[in-house]
């Protein structure tokens, strides 16, 4: 890649960091909205699922589940 993409590549990232602290702090985002550029959502708060507590049914599956992976790592040592 030359010299001149990777340049406009970090001022669209810079653009994009900007962006995202402004939204951060409670910044104006119409500017982003009419350039047609959706702010993007954190990736933390996109992949993050909300779990329960551990049921007792699964705390045995998982024990019996990690005595075996244990189990098999000794065999290979």
Do not use: C, F, H, Y
């Amino acid at each position: 890649m030359d010299i001149q993409g990777i340049i406009s590549e970090l001022k669209q990232e810079t653009e994009k960091l900007e962006r995202a602290i402004a939204a951060l702090e409670g910044g104006d985002s119409s500017s982003a909205v009419s350039n047609g550029q959706a702010l993007s959502k954190p990736m933390a708060s996109v992949n993050k699922k909300t779990r329960g507590p551990l049921t007792p049914e699964g705390r045995k599956r998982l024990s019996e589940s990690m005595k075996k992976r244990w189990a098999e790592r000794r065999k290979r040592a």
